[in-house]
């Protein structure tokens, strides 16, 4: 018995610290869980009129791929969680878009690969987390909340050109804060590290004096958002930043501002926005008028509707479909309008994993106002991230882990 006690003890010597460490030791790491996503478009536009030399500006149909991505996330500890995605958008595609006037003009010089996400979030405590690194800066609805591989449509709507996009910077936020259904983001970022072609980011250039990474220009762009939701009925933002452009005519401030709505319910999905900048650089499709100088006021705004025949019992499994419409419509102050009308439908192969593997036709019809239709004769200008500028029939085929 006294043998059995004694082995039983110095066993407990070793298994009790072990066993206590296994459950007080959660600090192991959980991952890296990898994803990624490939979306394989072709597209076709229709009455791009000719040049100069009465060529054709149209190229016919155009292959290409709008987003191929890869990532890996995970949890390092508990509580603190990390994110790094990297973009090959556009790939195969020559130029900054795919045909004249069509192109989501994000990514530049033939599709190039890069970094688009790389952050650390801690959370010490739900309310108050803190998120570091480039991200999306918290500013607009759809573009902070869906992500690319679960839009509606096979393009975001061009409100996305107002605002800054992806930055390096911190950020406080939080999502249902004490269950209330409210969520906040407020951070400070980097104004060199902007997405390309947006009204935030056109030409700015890093500063002098310092060396390496520590090479900043010494200005910033602060953006914030206050959000709150009912669930999937009714999710509701407001949100802005300020910042700066390139010199203009002597100012360089620039502030901006989005509100937003979007919810469903029984395969029923609708969404609406407005954005609105004021002070931005007179970049090409900012006003159509090359070479001018001085700032511009800009707005775009959507609404869209979406039904899922199969979410609303109307189809069987097998035949996931969902018809949806948007109207998306930016304006330049004293410069004129652009309008795209788009109608398309989304086939869902799987139901239980709807964007695993799908299937988009988008027919977007262009209408142009005002002066601004100049800019689209000849040469050909260059449209806002994500519009057209002529009429365009889009098929996109997706697939992801």
């Given at each position: ?95 900054d ?53 679960e ?12 605002l ?12 249902n ?11 400070i ?16 250039t ?19 958002m ?27 401030d ?7 709505l ?26 159509a008028?090359?070479n ?35 109207y ?73 882990f």
């Amino acid at each position: 018995m006294k043998k059995n006690l004694v082995a039983l003890a110095v066993a407990a010597a070793f298994v009790v610290p072990g066993v206590a460490f296994a459950s007080t030791s959660s600090n192991r790491d959980t991952g890296p869980v990898v994803f990624g996503y490939a979306q394989i478009t072709g597209a076709q536009q229709f009455g791009t009129g000719y040049n100069a030399a009465g060529t054709s500006n149209s190229s016919g149909l155009i292959f290409g791929a709008n987003r191929i991505r890869l990532g890996f996330k995970g949890e390092a500890v508990p509580g603190v969680t990390y994110f790094i995605q990297g973009a090959w958008d556009n790939a195969g595609i020559i130029g900054d878009g795919l045909n004249n006037g069509l192109g989501s003009n994000i990514a530049t010089k033939g599709g190039q690969a890069q970094l688009i996400d790389a952050w650390v979030n801690y959370a010490p405590v739900p309310f108050a987390q803190l998120q570091v690194g480039k991200f999306k800066t918290p500013e607009g609805l759809e573009y902070t909340s869906v992500a690319g591989n679960e839009l509606t449509f096979i393009f975001r709507n061009m409100g996305q050109s107002l605002l800054p996009g992806r930055s390096a910077g911190a950020m406080f936020h939080a999502d249902n804060v004490m269950g209330t259904g409210v969520g906040y983001a407020v951070g400070i970022f980097d104004n060199t590290s902007l997405d390309s072609y947006t009204a935030f980011s056109n030409d700015n250039t890093f500063g002098g004096g310092q060396s390496g990474l520590l090479n900043g220009n010494g200005k910033y762009i602060t953006s914030g958002m206050l959000s709150y939701s009912m669930g999937p009925l009714l999710t509701a933002e407001v949100s802005g930043s300020l910042g700066t452009a390139r010199t203009w005519g002597g100012t360089d401030d620039l502030t901006s501002w989005n509100v937003g709505l979007s919810g469903g319910m029984m395969g029923i999905k609708y969404g609406a926005g407005y954005t609105r900048t004021n002070g931005t650089s007179t970049i090409g499709y900012m006003n159509a008028v090359p070479n001018s100088v001085g700032t511009v006021n800009a707005s775009d705004w959507h609404a869209e509707l979406a039904a899922n025949l199969h979410e609303m019992t109307l189809t069987p499994d097998w035949l996931d479909v969902e018809p949806a419409v948007r109207y998306d419509q930016y304006h330049v102050t004293g410069a004129g309008t652009l309008g795209n009308a788009t109608v398309g439908v989304n086939y869902f192969v799987n139901p239980n994993n709807p964007h695993a593997a799908e299937i988009q036709l988008n027919y977007i019809l262009a209408t142009r106002g005002g002066s601004i239709n100049n800019a689209y004769g000849y040469p050909n200008g260059t449209v806002p991230i994500n519009g057209m500028a002529y009429n365009t029939l889009m098929l996109q085929f997706q697939a992801g882990f």
